[in-house]
């Protein structure tokens, strides 16, 4: 089972539609969060960090369920420029305590006109 | 300011040959990181700086792939007796420090093509 797990997709949302996707962790110890947005043959950039309770970010919102070791990534009005593959990524605690990243492979979103 | 720059952006080489990669940081990110892409795939780590030694290396798949970093700032990836298999996009990213909330930023990566 991999580390970080994420649906590939693709998404295809209409323009102004909502569109949710989770990211799975499998290890508990997991002690922060990130939302990373890749374009197509461009580096990833950070689109937002996942706090306990849950935070928003204008269109977006990230939200963490630690019981379930999942976490979720919510865009309302959805727009073209939206459409990127995004990469959910954990980072875990304990051995790994000064900050390695682990990646998932990543959500693709299509928002068509 | 700049972002972190990576060259060359492609290399085409033939299996069996040396590769040098290059990676120049954000100016003053004292932790620099190397990651493999493979299509589909996300960013795989490979090896994290920080300063000038590697603090952390497990990610190297094996000893055919080193990388150094001499003067804390630019660092180079070197691929010995280069595979069709290490074909991918190799992305370097840098951050202020290393921590578990520190944002890392990326690079526009190397395009590694082994024929």
């Known amino acids: 089972r991999k580390e970080v797990e994420q649906d590939p997709g693709p998404f295809n949302v209409p323009e102004g539609a909502t569109v949710a996707f989770n990211c799975t962790y499998s290890?508990?110890?997991?002690?922060?969060f990130f939302w990373y947005r890749q374009d197509c043959r461009k580096e990833p950039k950070l689109l937002m960090s996942?706090?306990?309770s849950g935070n928003e970010d204008g269109r977006f919102t990230a939200q963490l369920n630690r019981a379930s070791q999942y976490i979720s990534l919510l865009i309302r009005d959805s727009k073209l420029s939206d459409s990127a593959t995004y990469l959910c990524?954990?980072?875990?605690?304990?051995?790994?305590?000064?900050?390695?990243?682990?990646f998932g492979a990543g959500t693709q979103v299509v928002v068509t006109p | 300011g700049a972002g972190v720059s990576q060259t060359p952006s492609n290399k085409v080489t033939e299996k069996g040959k040396y590769v040098e990669l290059r990676c120049d940081p954000i100016?003053?990110?004292?932790?620099l990181y190397w990651y493999r892409q493979s299509l589909g795939q996300g960013p795989e780590f490979l090896i994290y700086?920080?300063?000038?030694?590697?603090?952390?290396d497990s990610g190297l798949p094996n000893d055919r792939f080193f990388a150094v970093r001499p003067e804390g700032s630019v660092s180079t990836l070197k691929i010995q007796r280069t595979e069709r298999g290490d074909s991918a996009v190799y992305l370097c990213?840098?951050?202020?420090?290393?921590?578990?909330?520190?944002?890392?930023?990326f690079g526009p990566g190397t395009r590694l093509t082994v024929l």
């Open positions: 700086f920080q300063g000038t030694g590697a603090a952390d």
């Open positions: 290890n508990s110890a997991s002690q922060s």
């Open positions: 990524v954990v980072i875990l605690g304990a051995t790994d305590s000064w900050g390695k990243f682990q």
């Open positions: 990213a840098s951050s202020f420090i290393a921590g578990a909330y520190n944002e890392q930023f």
């Open positions: 996942v706090y306990s």
């Open positions: 100016s003053g990110h004292t932790a």
